[in-house]
């Protein structure tokens, strides 16, 4: 239910049905877009069994990667335990630390890199 | 055309009429009458010519230099019968003079008999026919005796070829598959799973466009060239035909009872070829190869070996992929690009497209 | 390729391995829900870069592994009939059915294809007029709107010589029951990617609050997964559950509504079977009423199947996670992939298959170590 793979849309066909010609790394296959309306020539959308899921927003993936780049980068070392607890101690709390809190479809938010979350 | 064939040109054939009126295969061209005796005389042996064929015997008479010889024979039934840097006619070829060349042996004569179906088009056998001769002159080889037989429409694929050759084994060349050593260095003469990828592309149901072409080549003049440069100090080789790298991997393991470790990121492997295996789910590992080797060469010989493969048109991208060890014998692990290992396990049946 | 690549790199996923390493201090137990999610962390190894407190526990998100041994026995029966053309992805090939799987009906004389897509299955229905083709539309919320545009565009053609066998999964209700078995052990939970960017994850709040667990979106890719692994474990070590969305460059809270539109259009909710596990209410779908000419079962009416599964294969097991692969007495010996008794030992995702074909008859740490000599000879 997994197998799918980014592609460059390089050209839109409207029709009976939206097809495109995707090129996944030189290979390239018709696609299906009826699911992607809003995606357009040279958008990169993410295809499984010949139909096209998900548009992929470029900005996001690239500031997905920079901040995995930086993981890790700063600690040579597995930290010890001290500061392992420290880490925990100075961590952002819990909008609800009992766990008593009954929070809507709006509370559910994004989190940051850190933990921190970030509104819709 | 877009099946590869040529309408061959009946004008300069000595009994053309006959002939013309027959465009595609009927059951008398394999009766070893008047149609048979046609197609030999006005197809097989104007592309093959060479003395031993052309007495037309009963069995091809011919010298060889005395000492060891080998003998290899292969049948060819692949679908489609043309595809992108090939065909069945240069694979018929070309698989033949690859098995006696991985043994050790410089190939020397080929035999060719077809099984074609009633029915089949003529320009189509005129176009395998021609690639056949041109693989064998680039080889360096002849083909002396052949056969023709026709089945009943239905009753076969088009065309199925087979080849048997003979080759001399060169002197003080010992190699075999359980020949393999702890400490080998292994080395792959270029990028793996063209083959399979370029086949995959034409297959009905899964095909795409890509660059991607058949490596379909004779291996016997590399392996000449990598021989010249370490003689004794290659162990092992195979081609890594169907089942891929790592069935070739996984046999002489097994046969030699050593593991072995391979780099991952050290493979190989066309951008567009990883890209076709990624749409499909396919590991470019267990993808066939008809123009690659793998060689166990002693640590020694691994510069020379390296060196001699780069330096042949065939040989480019040559790589060091793994060494031999006397750890789990019989096992193949894999480093993958994570740092992690992972098994190459041998494969069962064909490996399928898959969509998890 | 783009965006896939990056997301394989090598000293990346180790720093980021080292950050897990860096905010655990307890032994957790963390699902991935998706067959593919398996499939990559056995093959890349990721297991063995976490810490040794982490367990990966598999899921049972294989389509393939748990579509009832039933219909798999249906569909044998359907693509042996003549003038039949059986389409399916190569996935379902070599599942064992009672007595026999796809492959040997194809080399029995069965007109068997495997296709890419669902639409090259309405391609030769339109071809072969004389023919009836059936699709075994089997998968998970992923896979589903490919096999609801390929009826509809049969039923908009008036294609009279289509039909699709529906053994159609959802991953909510097969979390909420494993959940609620008893021995469940999961703490945490990776949810499955690409079907998230079908549906969405406004499914996932209520599950986290009936349940208090973490559930993180995830991806495929290496660095995807330690992402996804990674902010679980944060959550767990602070006592914290809720939704995690990292997957983002591909994923939203609402998902794909025009393929949302479609699905509710062409499918209804069923109660399904699941293979090695049992009855999960409303956990499937089926093609709708106005849709249901299309149905094969229905066209075909298969009776007479007698379905008897191995009594030593542990399947169910593994696909709850209740144990690995390697603990079931059967794996490898006489359960290999060349002679699977169930579907997760043939399924190329299934969790038997990807812990035989990478080699994890070796525990996690031999395997690690059995490449210890590599970088020295490399170097050479």
């Known amino acids: 239910m997994c197998l799918a793979i980014p592609g460059r849309v390089e050209q839109i066909t409207e029709g009976d049905v939206r097809m495109g010609r995707v090129n996944f790394g030189g290979v390239v296959k018709n696609v299906c877009l009826d699911y992607v309306p809003e995606v357009v020539v040279g958008d990169y959308t993410i295809v499984h069994v010949g139909f096209a899921l998900s548009r992929i927003d470029e900005k996001t993936a690239l500031e997905t990667l920079d901040l995995f780049e930086k993981m890790g980068a700063l600690e040579e070392e597995l930290a010890g335990e001290e500061e392992i607890f420290a880490r925990a101690a100075s961590a952002q709390p819990s909008p609800c630390p009992d766990g008593s809190c009954e929070p809507s479809a709006e509370d559910v938010r994004s989190v940051d890199q850190a933990g921190r979350p970030v509104s819709k | 055309m877009a099946d590869g064939s040529s309408t061959p040109d009946f004008s300069n054939w000595s009994c053309p009429l006959p002939l013309a009126d027959y465009p595609t295969i009927v059951m008398g061209h394999g009766g070893g009458g008047k149609l048979g005796n046609e197609l030999v005389e006005h197809l097989f042996l104007p592309a093959f010519r060479n003395p031993a064929l052309e007495n037309l015997g009963d069995a091809a008479v011919f010298e060889l230099n005395s000492g060891r010889l080998a003998m290899s024979t292969d049948s060819f039934v692949v679908q489609p019968l043309f595809f992108p840097g090939g065909s069945i006619g240069a694979l018929a070829i070309n698989g033949t003079v690859n098995d006696l060349a991985v043994s050790g042996a410089e190939p020397k004569f080929l035999s060719a008999s077809f099984i074609l179906e009633e029915g089949f088009p003529l320009s189509q056998l005129a176009a395998i026919v021609r690639a056949m001769a041109d693989a064998a002159a680039t080889a360096g080889v002849r083909i002396v005796t052949g056969d023709t037989k026709v089945v009943e429409r239905g009753h076969g694929d088009g065309c199925y070829i087979n080849t048997a050759g003979v080759g001399v084994l060169r002197p003080g060349v010992n190699v075999g598959p359980h020949r393999a050593q702890a400490g080998d260095a292994i080395l792959v003469s270029g990028t793996i799973g063209d083959h399979g990828m370029a086949i995959m592309s034409v297959r009905e149901g899964l095909e795409f466009e890509s660059q991607i072409r058949s490596d379909c080549a004779a291996l016997n003049g590399l392996i000449a060239d990598v021989l010249d440069a370490v003689g004794t100090g290659v162990h092992a080789m195979r081609d890594p035909t169907r089942g891929g790298l790592a069935s070739t991997l996984n046999e002489i393991a097994a046969s030699s009872k050593v593991g072995m470790e391979i780099d991952e990121a050290r493979l190989p492997i066309r951008t567009e070829v990883q890209s076709a295996c990624e749409l499909l789910g396919l590991d470019p590992v267990y993808v066939a190869n008809e123009g690659k080797a793998v060689f166990f060469v002693a640590a020694e010989s691994v510069d020379q070996a390296l060196a001699a493969l780069r330096a042949h048109p065939l040989g480019a991208d040559a790589a060091r992929i793994g060494h031999v060890t006397a750890q789990h014998p019989g096992m193949i692990v894999a480093r993958t690009g994570m740092g992690a290992n992972r098994v190459i396990a041998p494969q069962i049946g064909e490996q399928l497209p898959r969509i998890c | ?380």
């Open chain 3, 1 to 380: 390729m783009k965006y896939l690549t990056e997301f394989r790199n090598g000293e990346v996923a180790q720093r980021m391995a080292r950050e897990i390493h860096q905010v655990t201090t307890r032994p957790w137990r963390i699902m991935e829900v998706c067959g593919g999610q398996t499939h990559s962390i056995i093959r890349n190894g990721i297991d063995q870069m976490l810490p040794a407190g982490i367990e990966m526990i598999h899921g049972p998100g294989c389509p393939v592994c748990v579509t009832p041994l039933q219909l798999i026995d249906k569909a044998l029966a359907i693509a042996a009939q003549p003038g039949v053309i059986f389409c399916s992805f190569g996935d379902m090939l070599r599942v064992p059915g009672t007595e026999r799987d796809l492959f040997q009906v194809k080399g029995s004389g069965g007109d068997v294809r495997i296709v890419y897509s669902p639409l090259d299955a309405v391609e030769l229905a339109v071809k072969n007029p004389h023919k009836q083709v059936v699709f075994f539309g089997v998968g998970f919320e992923t896979t589903a709107p490919a096999n609801a545009m390929s009826v509809h565009l049969a039923k908009r053609r008036g294609l009279k010589n289509f039909s699709v066998l529906v053994s159609h999964v959802l991953v909510p209700p097969a979390i909420e029951a494993l959940m609620s078995s008893p021995g469940n052990k999961v703490q945490a939970f990776l949810a499955a990617g690409h079907v998230c960017s079908v549906m969405g994850f406004w499914e996932y709040p209520p599950l986290v609050e009936k349940y208090r667990i973490p559930i993180v979106v995830t991806g495929f890719e290496p660095l995807d997964l330690l992402d996804g692994i990674r902010r679980a474990v944060i959550q767990l070590e602070k006592g914290e559950y809720r939704v995690e969305n990292a997957y983002e460059r591909i994923v939203t809270y609402k998902g794909n509504l025009p393929a949302q539109k479609l699905l509710a259009e062409v499918f209804e909710v069923t109660d399904r079977a699941w293979r090695g596990i049992g009855v999960i209410p409303k956990s499937g779908w089926r093609l709708s009423e106005p849709y249901r000419e299309f149905d094969a079962e229905e066209r075909f009416h298969i009776t007479g199947i007698h379905t008897e599964e191995s009594p030593i294969c542990m399947s169910g097991a593994v696909l709850l996670g209740a144990i690995k692969p390697a603990e079931c007495p059967a794996f490898g010996k006489e359960c290999t992939p060349r002679h699977p008794l169930g579907a997760t030992m043939v399924s190329s995702e299934g969790a038997c298959a990807a812990y035989y074909n990478y080699g994890r008859f070796l525990s996690a740490e031999d395997l690690a170590h059995a490449g210890a000599a590599l970088t020295g000879a490399m170097n050479g």
